[in-house]
């Protein structure tokens, strides 16, 4: 296992148990003992108070320090966007740039968005060499999320790990730290979101029964499996439980759903067609953003972000992770060019933001926190996360560029203030020690 949560579970007769069904085979986790309220979707009313929208956005191999960052002596909003952010001087009065932001247990730069938002120390666990913590997203979508049909969605981008990513299935982790699926490609997103399911749906409430009958087997024969067992033991089969409960709740909201038919956004979007990659995919993704949120499909999203496709669709040959070993040259030359062009598109979806209106009259950006940025400064330096925060939604007064006095202020926070700045109660988050005031006056 290597110590992985999410590590696949390989059968060893002797050292493994498994639960059967007469339609399914479950593993249970490696155990040293062995040796319905209905939901309707309704355009909301006139004048109604919109909700509030969580966004996280993410990419891997940093930036280029040298021209991404604003002067550390021009603080407040008496400061120049440098070179790396010129693209976004129309929506400067909007957006705050936060620098000394770290994670203090982060030590591998591969690895990217793993702990980006958990601020988890991997070897948290004694005997293991890995351990992750519930996601900020997450924390925010079991308060934002219950009224929509997806509690959150988890975008992301194909070749996660060629774009400085690392482990997980996208930026999301569980309260159990185990990661969660995300959608890879601009088409899954959106027949996920928006395409009506072909299937009758006599037939689809049959899968969902039959799902359920799988877990219902599961949980009564794991339940005849703990007596005898050792603490350790004890505590990775609550945890299963836990994880089995979390799938039934999924199951039980999507039974909800099956007969309330998808939203189309206002503004028609059109159907993805054959392989998009790079610029236009981060693109075509904030498009999809920006109509889930419109039509109130959820509330809550992150995105872990293409890097090497990005930079390709530029005419970049080089690969993101020798492009982030930058020296002067070429290298350098393409680093620069991907802040500009990640800039341009962050740009652009403030744009979208402010254009679409909410039932009262006020912008989907007015009720948004968005947060973009990424793990590492740049190259190999672990520490002064790049970091942008922007909209409403959370109270924040924008039009800054504020550096934290200590050089080792925890990311996480950032998620804090968020959070708390959003309306959801959270005392701490990952590694945080308090909250970031700055924001707020």
Known sequence: MNGSKFSP???????????????????????ESFGAKRFEYAAPL???????????????WGVTKESWYPDLNTTGSHYE?????????????????????????SNEAHWGSTFYLTGANRYAEPGQSFYNSISVDQVAAETLGKETRFTSI???????????????LSMSWNRQGKPIAGLDTPVAAYHRLFSDSNTPLEEQQAMLRQKRSVLDTVLENAKTMNHGLSKIDNDKLDEYFQSIREIEVRLSKEEKWLDVPKVQPTDPLEEPQGDIEGFEEVKLMYDIMVAAMQVDATRVISYRQPVDTFIRSLGATITGHNMSHYTNGSRLSVSEMRDEKQTQLFAYLIDKLKATQESDGSSLFDNISL????????????K???????????????????????????LCNLWLS??????IQADSHGDSN??????FV
């Open 9 to 31: 579970l390989f059968p060893k007769q002797t050292r493994r148990a498994f639960l059967r069904s007469s339609s399914a085979l479950i593993a249970l986790p490696f155990m």
């Open 46 to 60: 006139k004048g109604a108070t919109p909700p509030t929208r969580m966004v996280f956005l993410g990419f891997g």
């Open 81 to 105: 966007l440098p070179r790396g952010l010129r693209g976004l001087q129309r929506h400067k009065d909007d957006i705050t740039i936060i620098q000394n932001l770290t994670n203090q247990f």
């Open 154 to 168: 988890q975008l992301g981008c194909d070749n996660a790990e060629g774009s400085g990513h690392g482990p997980g």
């Open 371 to 382: 947060s973009y940025g990424s793990n590492i400064e740049s190259i190999h330096y672990l």
């Open 384 to 410: 002064n996360c790049p970091t942008i925060i922007t909209g409403g939604g959370a109270g924040v007064k924008h039009g800054r560029h504020l550096v934290m006095e200590d050089p080792k202020t925890p």
């Open 418 to 423: 968020l959070l708390q700045g959003s309306g």
């Open 434 to 439: 308090g909250v970031i005031e700055e924001l």
